[in-house]
């Protein structure tokens, strides 16, 4: 799981004292990132293709698109919409970082398959890195 690293210092009457403390990324996730399913598909088809990553991710089988869904928005990642088209469902959510910053993503499911394909978008390549290991980290547990 992708985390973040602060040293922090406090100092008191006594002395001062130095740790570290370790953050996982999606604790950055904004409890307020839902998207209209319209303000989505604009932004969706705003971001250059540049600017999309995919990875597949194996042995999810045993989640339904019910669970991935509950799963993911206990985490901030939010839900706005959803589709079957030939057996293949699709889910797209929202993440908001608190500094305002979108993700986007969309996750495919083949029916009678372990293997999820996630693809993420968003105007800024650093948000969506090693974005996956979390989402592999929430869908794993």
Not at 12 to 33: C, E, K, R, S, T
């Amino acid at each position: 799981m992708l985390i973040l690293c602060f040293a922090v210092a406090v100092k008191d009457n006594l002395d001062v004292f130095y740790f570290a403390v370790i953050v996982p990324l999606h604790m950055y996730f904004d409890d307020n990132g839902h998207m209209d399913k319209r303000d989505f598909l604009q932004l969706w088809q705003e971001i250059p293709e540049q600017n999309e990553q995919n990875y597949t991710f194996q042995n999810l089988m045993n989640f339904s698109a019910d669970d991935i869904c509950t799963k993911l928005q206990q985490n901030n990642i939010f839900t706005v919409a959803r589709r079957n088209v030939e057996g293949q469902e699709l889910l797209y959510h929202s993440i908001k970082y608190t500094n305002n910053i979108f993700i986007l993503s969309e996750l495919k499911m083949q029916q009678n398959s372990p293997a999820i394909t996630l693809s993420l978008k968003s105007r800024h390549l650093t948000a969506i890195a090693n974005l996956n290991e979390i989402y592999q980290t929430i869908l794993s547990q």
